[in-house]
């Protein structure tokens, strides 16, 4: 099967352009990636902007900044909701991934102010209290003489 493959070969990168549907053919039919394809027909894969899909003459994955803030808009950020106040808010998702996969955070908040008054409207069990709460406990409980 690889010898049929490998004689189908374009000369120039124009005609490799208009292999683009036969490579996703010959991939199926021959069970290997696209870029094994392509690479087995003797030429790079065509580049297309991510977003906008016009050709691209270098190796980047944008044609313009434009494109590029498009694509951090659509795909690095995600829309969540601060259990505290309720407000929408960014955040990316990498810092998602970090907070909730690896800290195993289970509340998200749009600031610290959130995170401040959730946290006193429930305190975390078998925490110790601070320092200073306790020293007016214990001047509470004592008599005085």
């Not at 000369?11 to 683009?20: F, I, Q, R, S, W």
């Not at 959730?118 to 509470?140: D, L, W």
Request: hydrophobic share 30%.
């Amino acid at each position: 099967m690889e010898a049929d493959l490998t004689t189908q070969r374009a000369t120039t990168p124009a005609e490799g352009m208009k292999l683009c549907g036969a490579v996703r053919l010959l991939s199926a039919i021959f069970g290997y990636s696209k870029d094994k394809v392509w690479r087995k027909l003797g030429l790079k894969p065509p580049r297309t902007c991510f977003i906008c899909g016009a050709s691209l003459s270098h190796t980047k994955m944008f044609c313009s900044w434009e494109c590029y803030k498009e694509y951090r808009r659509r795909y690095c950020h995600i829309t969540v909701i601060c259990e505290y106040c309720g407000k929408t808010f960014q955040r990316r998702r990498g810092e998602l991934v970090w907070r909730i996969g690896k800290r195993n955070y289970q509340h998200i908040f749009c600031s610290f102010q959130c995170f401040s008054k959730f946290r006193k409207e429930h305190p975390r069990p078998g925490r110790r209290k601070s320092v200073s709460a306790t020293k007016e406990k214990e001047r509470q409980d004592v008599p005085n003489n």
